[in-house]
């Protein structure tokens, strides 16, 4: 994805939508409509190996997250406290995912 369409994607909401959809239904292998943490570290090591860099809230680094920042990830996008995401939670994951991707590539 280069970077003006990882820009265009920013600017539209259904985009982003779309591309949190298209992401959520690859990841939830159980079908349960949310992502629950392992489902998470998957997303999120994905990500990481993707990109070469660490997904987190706080830093970027070249190591894939550790199980504490996983844990500080489902804590911060998991805004009802039930230990999983829904789609609208792990929109905010895709969007941060996005910006990053789109300062890496300048």
Same mark, same amino acid.
């Given at each position: 994805? &280069?970077?003006?369409?990882?820009?265009?994607?920013?600017?539209?909401? /259904?985009?982003?939508?779309? @591309? !949190?959809?298209?992401?959520? /239904?690859?990841?939830? /292998?159980?079908?349960?409509?949310?992502? =629950?943490?392992?489902?998470? +570290?998957?997303?999120?090591?994905?990500?990481? !190996?993707?990109?070469? @860099?660490?997904?987190?809230?706080? &830093?970027?680094?070249?190591?894939?997250?550790? &199980? =504490? +920042?996983?844990?500080? @990830?489902?804590? =911060?996008?998991?805004?009802?406290?039930?230990?999983?995401?829904?789609?609208? =939670?792990?929109? @905010?994951?895709?969007?941060?995912?996005?910006?990053?991707?789109?300062?890496?590539?300048?």
């Amino acid at each position: 994805m &280069s970077n003006g369409s990882v820009k265009d994607i920013l600017k539209d909401k /259904k985009k982003v939508r779309f @591309v !949190a959809e298209s992401a959520f /239904k690859q990841v939830d /292998k159980d079908g349960s409509g949310y992502l =629950e943490r392992p489902e998470l +570290e998957e997303v999120m090591n994905n990500v990481a !190996a993707d990109l070469g @860099v660490e997904v987190s809230i706080t &830093s970027i680094t070249l190591q894939p997250p550790t &199980s =504490e +920042e996983i844990d500080e @990830v489902l804590k =911060e996008l998991d805004e009802n406290g039930d230990g999983k995401l829904s789609i609208d =939670e792990f929109q @905010v994951l895709i969007e941060q995912v996005l910006e990053m991707m789109a300062k890496v590539e300048g």
